[in-house]
């Protein structure tokens, strides 16, 4: 496999200061994961007991308040009981480390009042906030603004801080920080937290770390983990770790190697409306780390079952040492890509695919990519939009790919599923960039096709279109439609898959029900942004 990993719903739809909050790309129906998560999120807003905590008593050191705050050295199991919230004041650096569980309707939480922060030099490999084999527990950074990556915009967490401040390159300490242990809990929230930096990675000659290295949150053999509304930065693989039942979305992730990183078997996972940007930083002069904004994989025994990765935004500048934005590798299986926007920076290619499903020595099945944009850079002789390789039924539909030097592959080992290949719209790069029609490469079962009609000869696609930027009426750096672009009402109607997230776009926009025709790509043209549904398996809708 690519790399090895040691082994993802505000749940409350409050922020930091109890006021309502909106997540995401327009109102939400926030979402509970299964229905230990449900139950969860029925919790009352008050606390059975409120313990302050700083790195020294203050005080009476009674922990009434942040004035009269216990030691954090002084908390014991008889503070981690079903209910109670143990809050930080101040900075601290002694880590905290839960020694119980809360229950479900009555959450234990860790709360960081206004200020606070753990900062050390070096965030410690065993966890700044450790909730590892603990259950029914909300770590909350206390922001005062709805934050991480809202509405489409990327908003800074403001409070909640964990960092290293002289772990990286040339610096006083290079160790593999953990900022947040979660490994082999259950029913956890992760929210509204400022997480960086980890490690600072800055030279192409530092290979001390090895993957998955420095990480923002560790979670092997977890499940009903919600990470959301975060600000993470500066680690190598942010998000790590697998299980069951993950949601993570709303986050602001730069700065890493990985920005999700999830092997082996792993079952329920949605990742949706994140934004993924510049990767660069972590680029070495022997690859040692490869770039992935998502990569999820599975091998012999550990299947991967069940993913939606969604709504993603992916730009910046993803560095030379690039596998994909969404690396799908291995042993796969209802695996679903679909309203993402995917953008790769000038001279930056992806070895893989920048949005694939890649076998790698497996064989995935039933996974598809709908309505995504793909805003390649042409690099001649390297790249492609997107890959399918070692598919059984594999389904490409509605898609936009421009930019690469090679549009679409697909392997001669590769199934397609009835129908599966249609309505993609693609960029004629031999005529934008006066190179002729062999500029121009579809590759399908061994063979590179310089033409739309030799491509749809061989591949047997229904209803492709290909044009130049300018009659494509798509804009280059964000993936967007103008006006008469050829993709406005190209795609098919995929109301009937039953992707209740399908049927809006990027933006919350809806799309057509019925059978009137679908615009191509991640953004839908007119309309008006609506409430995003619910994620499409395994979950319990919670209303708020």
């Known amino acids: 496999m690519g790399e090895s990993v040691t082994e993802r719903s505000n749940l409350f739809g409050i922020s930091g200061n109890g006021a309502p909050r909106q997540l995401g790309l327009g109102p939400k129906l ?49 503070d981690w009981a079903a209910g109670n919230a143990i809050h930080i004041c101040g900075s601290i650096s002694t880590p905290v480390t839960a020694q119980g569980s809360g229950s479900s309707g009555s959450p234990i939480t860790i709360l960081f009042e206004p200020g606070a922060a753990f ?90 770390q ?72 972590w680029d070495t002069a022997d690859n040692s780390f490869h770039h992935d904004g998502i990569h999820i994989f599975g091998v ?18 993803i560095g030379n040492n690039a596998t994909a934005w969404i690396y799908n590798e291995g042993l796969l299986q209802n695996v679903n890509m679909y309203n993402n926007v995917a953008y790769m920076a000038p001279g930056r ?3 893989c695919g920048v949005l694939d ?20 850079a042409y690099v001649p002789g390297s790249g492609s939009c997107m ?23 697909i392997s001669a080992d590769s199934t397609i599923a009835p129908g599966g290949l249609s309505n993609n719209i693609y960029e004629d790069i031999g005529a934008d960039l006066g190179l002729g029609g062999g500029a121009n490469t579809f590759g399908w079962a061994g063979t590179l096709f310089a033409s739309l009609a030799t491509w749809v000869s061989g591949s047997g696609e229904q209803n492709a279109k290909i044009g130049t930027l300018a009659s494509l009426g798509i804009n280059g750096l964000t993936g967007r439609l103008s006006a008469g672009s050829l993709a406005i009402g190209s795609g098919a109607n995929l109301t009937g898959l039953a992707i209740a997230t399908l049927d809006t776009d990027i933006v919350g926009t809806q799309r057509p029900a019925g059978s009137s025709a679908w615009d191509s790509g991640a953004y839908e043209t007119g309309g008006q942004p609506q409430a995003r549904p619910a994620p499409p398996t395994n979950v319990t809708a919670v209303a708020k």
């Open 357 to 376: 499903f890649f076998g790698n020595g497996y064989r995935g099945s039933n996974n598809s990519a709908y309505d995504n944009t793909v805003l390649g």
């Open 119 to 208: 900062s050390a030099p070096a965030i410690p490999t065993s966890g700044a906030i450790v909730v590892a084999n603990q259950s029914y527990i909300i770590v909350d950074g206390g922001s005062t603004v709805a934050c991480g990556y809202v509405s489409g915009s990327n908003v800074t967490c403001n409070n909640g801080v964990i960092q290293s401040t002289a772990n990286g390159t040339g610096q006083a300490n290079q160790i593999a920080s953990v900022a947040i242990e979660a490994s082999g809990s259950k029913n956890v929230e992760i929210r509204n937290l400022m997480i960086g930096p980890v490690y600072v990675h800055s030279s192409t000659s530092d290979t001390t």
């Open 300 to 317: 012999t025994n550990s299947m991967v079952v069940d993913a939606n990765e969604y709504d993603n935004l992916f730009d910046g500048d």
């Open 210 to 281: 090895g993957p998955p290295g420095p990480v923002c949150v560790r979670y092997v053999n977890a499940s009903n983990l919600s990470i959301h509304n975060n600000t993470m930065h500066d680690a190598a693989w942010c998000l790590n770790g697998g299980g069951s039942n993950f949601d993570i979305h709303n986050n602001e992730i730069y700065h890493v190697d990985h920005g999700v990183g999830m092997g082996n078997a792993n079952t329920s996972i949605n990742v949706y409306s994140n934004h993924f940007h510049d990767f660069a930083n």
């Open 349 to 351: 290619y992806s070895c």
């Open 30 to 78: 926030i979402l509970g994961i299964g229905l230990a998560l449900a139950a969860l999120s029925l919790a009352p807003a008050g606390y059975a007991s409120n313990i302050f905590v700083a790195q020294n008593g203050t005080g009476g050191g009674n922990g009434a308040d942040c004035s009269n705050a216990r030691a954090v050295s002084s908390l014991n199991g008889g």
């Open 387 to 409: 890959v399918a390789t070692a598919q059984t039924n594999v389904t490409l539909r509605n898609n936009i790919l421009i930019g690469c030097q090679n549009l679409v592959g």
